[in-house]
């Protein structure tokens, strides 16, 4: 997709991959055939910069023909570079600019109490978005409110846009600074499907806090040239790089 | 009005159970008939309003019908990027409500003024924005927004203000209310400076001259037609509104006129100047510091009724 449609954030979109998989195929209690249905679970991208993913995550999971992934990106259609309003079934908020998914997610979950429904909201994130004050808004108002059916995955591929995340703003220790401000805080290899499936299985958790997820990733993941290479947050790969990486995925 | 949208609020949330409060921490016992009722539809979010508006995006996403309230600066532009993302970008029935407009709170300093708020909030694609005159507009404003699917913003000024409506009017969010007849000059008011345009018509009344005013309460969608009218009927139009001259409702209207050409009307903008009040003092002295005064209000329309008239008279001499 970022090939063909010259895009960037292709580093970013590897480092979740993992994440939205076990999310979506291991947790969510959604039907790809009633997107709408009032009970659903929810996920927010809110590193909406990671577009591709969610989309190839979607359509494989079924809420789309996977057909429409080679749309991404192309002028007047729907597959944005980060998601626009309700562009497809199963997205459920326009994101890209960072900060803002955490504050929905709680929207959704104080919403779904107000109801009497019982869905969860999972939300994930950027390390480099953790530098939005917003975010840390929301991090005070979850706890406040005993929203446990939420929960934060951040993707802490050590990255942002030009530099190193534990560099750019004192991140560290971002585990205990989640479970200072009140959250039931977790810290997991962010590429063993198991140790995924399990801590977002385990949401909630049973504390009455909402749950933290810091998910340790590589920015890249997957393909060799690219994994840690803060490059990859702008570059696009090349027709040579493509057949490369492909080759390393057992791609035909 | 403040106490005007506390009544309104609790009387609809009785018919309406998606209406959801969010108090940005203020409105101290405002709400407590409120909170009694609806304890489970109230939440106070903390001084943290970019949480504040993107979590009722993130009921609204789920169909309530939340409204935001704090202090006007701190729901516009505080939290201006999670309005325009969130709200309206995702095109969703978020009410905002923002109290103290203008030099209302003109006292606690420019940091609580708010004179910039109605161009931020008209800039912003499907937003409504709504400046009720007085406790029954404020009623009747709230009670559509929460009727409609779109982002609205009203706003507030602060309470005790004069009531201007002896009856209820037909309200509508973008059709002005003339709320006083008059035949040589129209003055067009918005929000908490209605009840100072009806008594600067009271002014212009000594000095013979007979001014229309009207509520031109919805600051977008601008009410074309009313505009049309009162363009052709009169030889001078005036704006007023405790907001700068930049880009609130005399912006919007010489926005207007620009798409309008060959008027008759001239027309002049009378709002705050573009730069901060520095001085202590409470909202009568920004008022007179700002000229929004009824008696400086009457003498500006009165110069521009003049010289609209005289350069008529020219106009038909030659």
Request: charged share 20%.
């Amino acid at each position: 997709m970022s090939h063909k449609a010259g895009t960037p954030h292709l580093g970013s979109s590897l480092s979740c991959v993992d994440i939205l998989v076990a999310v979506y195929w291991g947790t969510l209690d959604i039907d790809p055939e009633k997107p709408q249905d009032p009970y659903r679970d929810r996920f927010i991208l809110s590193k909406g910069h990671a577009a591709s993913t969610l989309y190839a995550t979607l359509a494989h999971r079924g809420f789309f023909p996977i057909e429409e992934l080679r749309t991404f990106a192309e002028a007047g259609g729907k597959l944005a570079e980060q998601p626009s309003p309700g562009c497809m079934p199963g997205v459920e908020a326009a994101t890209g600019s960072l900060g803002h998914g955490l504050s929905l997610g709680l929207g959704m979950a104080l919403a779904g109490r107000i109801q009497g429904h019982s869905f969860r909201v999972f939300v994930a994130m950027s390390d480099g978005e953790c530098n939005e004050g917003s975010v840390w808004e929301a991090a005070m108002f979850a706890p406040a409110h005993e929203l446990d059916s939420v929960a934060v995955i951040i993707d802490y591929n050590k990255w942002q846009a030009t530099g190193k995340s534990d560099d750019v703003m004192a991140l560290r220790p971002l585990r205990q600074k989640w479970e200072a401000f009140g959250w039931s805080a977790y810290e997991v290899d962010g590429h063993d499907m198991g140790a995924l499936v399990d801590a977002v299985r385990n949401v909630p958790d049973g504390s009455g806090k909402p749950v933290a997820i810091v998910a340790h990733t590589v920015k890249g993941k997957g393909i060799s040239f690219m994994e840690d290479d803060n490059n990859w947050h702008y570059r696009s790969p090349d027709a040579g790089e493509l057949q490369r990486a492909k080759a390393e995925l057992g791609l035909s | 009005m403040r106490n005007a949208f506390a009544l309104e609020v609790t009387e609809l949330a009785a018919k309406d159970e998606r209406i959801v409060l969010l108090s940005g921490d203020i409105g101290n016992r405002l709400f407590d008939d409120y909170k009694a009722l609806y304890p489970g539809r109230f939440l106070n979010t903390g001084v943290a309003e970019a949480n504040m508006v993107s979590v009722a995006a993130g009921m609204a996403l789920c169909g309530l019908r939340p409204v935001v309230y704090t202090i006007t600066p701190f729901v516009t532009t505080r939290c201006l990027e999670q309005i325009r993302v969130d709200v309206c970008y995702q095109n969703l029935a978020v009410t905002l409500v923002g109290v103290g407009g203008g030099l209302s709170y003109a006292s606690l300093g420019a940091t609580h003024h708010s004179c910039e708020d109605l161009a931020f909030m008209r800039a912003l694609p499907h937003m409504r924005v709504v400046c009720p005159g007085d406790a029954v507009e404020v009623r009747l404003a709230l009670r559509e927004a929460l009727a409609s699917e779109t982002p609205v913003y009203i706003r507030l000024g602060k309470r005790g203000e004069p009531v201007i409506h002896e009856q209820t009017p037909e309200f509508e969010i973008g059709k002005g209310i003339v709320v006083r007849p008059g035949t040589d000059v129209c003055l067009l008011a918005t929000g908490n400076m209605l009840p100072g345009a009806v008594r600067a018509a009271d002014e212009l009344a000594k000095s013979g001259i007979s001014a229309q005013v009207v509520s031109f309460h919805t600051v977008k969608p601008l009410d074309g037609r009313l505009l049309g009218e009162v363009f052709s009927r009169y030889s001078a139009v005036v704006s007023v509104e405790e907001h700068s001259i930049l880009g609130g409702l005399g912006g919007g209207i010489a926005e207007w006129l620009s798409d309008h050409p060959g008027q008759r009307a001239r027309f002049r903008r009378i709002g705050t100047a573009d730069t901060f009040m520095h001085d202590a003092g409470e909202q009568e002295y920004a008022r007179e510091y700002f000229g929004l005064t009824p008696e400086r209000i009457a003498e500006k329309a009165r110069q521009l009724y003049q010289a609209a008239d005289s350069g008529l008279r020219a106009q038909v001499r030659n």
